[in-house]
């Protein structure tokens, strides 16, 4: 067994999802005025060794749910179009080998876990408890399979906050359950696109998915991913406005998720496969225009406004 056989049971393409930790130093604890009262959690750098070794944790705890799953599913996966090349249903890999990695996984995940935090680790145990209960039992009921994979985008985000100790809020919690569902149900669409009429004998929730309401999934989940984040950059700047207007990020991330949408509903392979995402030139423009135009609107807004007032006076008469 290669190298290459061990790093593809890992899917580590999947790894994107436990990014989620680091959403806790963006914005959690933001600072509304300038000159800041206190450095904002992003620019704190002692946070970010703890939440490094928490995304590694989450990866190998991860990674040994995909394992455990691929062993469960490899007869089925061998008769997928895209699946049946995995190390375990090509078998290039035994079922005993996998399961002996995937222990080593698990163990290392969770033994790191304990050391970072007590918390954290719970949070890991409960996140590893929903998986499971996903891959043995609530996959098999349309809708709510993709609760269960939001739940689990959650956990990750919340724990996040518990690794650098700084208080989580509904909005974070409310704002990844949303997107999740549009990853979710963009997923079962393409899924669908691509193996058609055949698409129950490999996933049984297929039986109950049709075309017409993963669209409205995907649409509404959409939907409410734009209103609720629309509403907490008002809720929590509106007070603020001139000197943080984050409103300002509102048409791109509404840029972004139109373009994402379109792209499953085009039938791209980034449907089933969000980390393909990015080289999509649309989507990755778009996460760079994000990217700067909200740490511009919340941190150096007013301080930039401040040094061309200093440098061209004439152009800002009092």
């Known amino acids: 067994m290669g190298l290459r056989n061990y790093v593809q049971l890992m899917r580590p393409w999947q790894w994107y999802k436990n990014l989620l930790v680091f959403l806790a130093v963006i914005f959690v604890d933001i600072p509304h005025e300038w000159p800041w009262d ?3 959690a992003i620019f704190q750098w002692h946070y970010y060794p703890p939440l490094i070794l928490g995304f590694i944790a989450l990866c190998a705890v991860s990674s040994a749910g995909y394992i455990i799953n691929d062993i469960k599913d490899i007869e089925r996966d061998a008769a997928h179009p895209e699946k049946r090349n995995r190390p375990l249903p090509s078998g290039e890999v035994s079922k005993n080998t996998a399961l002996a990695f995937a222990l080593i996984l698990m163990i290392g995940g969770l033994t790191l876990a ?16 929903n998986s499971q209960l996903y891959n043995l039992f609530l996959r098999k009921w349309a809708v709510i399979d993709v609760i269960t994979i939001a739940v689990g985008f959650i956990i990750r985000a919340i ?73 907490y950059c008002y809720e929590n700047f509106k007070d603020v ?28 392979p980034v449907g089933r496969n969000p980390h393909l995402a990015l080289r999509d030139k649309g989507i990755a423009l778009g996460v760079i225009i994000y990217g700067i135009t909200l740490l511009w609107t919340v941190f150096f807004w007013q301080p930039i406004f401040e ?12």
């Not at 304990?114 to 408890?129: C, E, G, N, P, S």
């Not at 724990?159 to 999740?180: D, K, N």
């Not at 406005?241 to 791209?268: D, E, N, W």
């Open 159 to 231: 724990a996040g906050t518990f690794l650098i100790h700084v208080p989580f809020t509904s909005w974070l919690v409310i704002g990844v359950f949303f997107f999740a569902l549009v990853l979710g149900f963009g997923k079962r669409k393409n899924e669908l696109q691509l193996l058609g009429e055949d698409a129950a004998i490999h996933k049984p929730v297929f039986q109950q998915y049709t075309e017409t309401m993963l669209d409205h999934g995907i649409t509404m989940s959409a939907t409410w991913v734009l209103f609720f984040y629309t509403f």
């Open 38 to 40: 206190k450095t904002p």
């Open 307 to 318: 040094f061309f007032y200093d440098l061209f006076p004439p152009l800002f008469p009092p």
């Open 114 to 129: 304990y050391a970072l935090d007590t918390v954290f680790l719970m949070l890991v145990i409960l996140y590893i408890i």
């Open 241 to 268: 406005m001139q000197a943080q207007p984050v409103l300002l990020t509102v048409p791109v991330v509404a840029g972004i998720l139109l373009r994402y949408v379109y792209l499953v509903f085009a039938g791209s």
